[in-house]
């Protein structure tokens, strides 16, 4: 791994300094670990996730639901609405979500966020012999923030989703 200083980065520690560089140099999330080591040799580890450079955006909610297809007789349809946060937590509009779709039907496709970071996918014309379909995020791109996967997560509403994928059932 390779490192670059970052620009009159420090910290002051009961009179210590602490020098700062960032690994790859980009604007990403990095895992920073920080270990305290006592007179008597005692140490203490803590780690924390530190957004550097560009604010990060994540997935926020995915929610499924599956109807009877406005297609072919017997066949269902999935739709799958999303909702894009920032690092704090605030919707983002102009994010574009791409996904992909699987067990039961196939394809990929994406939508971008309105004003309050939402946006939908629907795929028609699922087999009826399809019990589920899989939908996931394949990636979410934005003019000024980064995609930050390792925070997606799903409001808690009973569904299988983990805010990276969820799983429809047939009606």
């Not at 939402?118 to 939908?135: A, G, L, P, W």
Request: proline share 6%; charged share 15%; aromatic share 4%.
């Amino acid at each position: 791994m390779t490192s670059i200083l970052v620009p009159m980065v420090a910290w002051s520690l009961a009179g210590l300094r602490i020098n700062a560089s960032k690994p790859g140099g980009r604007a990403a999330t990095y895992p920073v670990v920080l270990t305290v080591t006592d007179n008597g040799g005692v140490t203490d580890t803590d780690a924390q996730d530190v957004p550097v450079g560009s604010p990060s955006l994540h997935m926020g909610v995915l929610d499924g639901n599956a109807s009877p297809s406005t297609g072919p007789a017997g066949k269902r349809d999935a739709a799958v609405a999303i909702e894009v946060h920032d690092n704090c937590h605030a919707p983002i509009s102009g994010a574009t979500v791409s996904d992909s779709w699987s067990a039961g039907t196939s394809g990929s496709g994406s939508c971008v966020t309105d004003s309050p970071g939402q946006c939908e996918i629907t795929r028609n014309n699922i087999n009826k012999n399809s019990t589920s379909v899989t939908f996931a995020v394949g990636n979410l791109t934005h003019t000024t923030h980064y995609f930050n996967s390792g925070a997606n997560h799903d409001e808690p509403n009973g569904d299988s989703s983990d805010g990276t994928t969820i799983t429809i059932l047939r009606p």
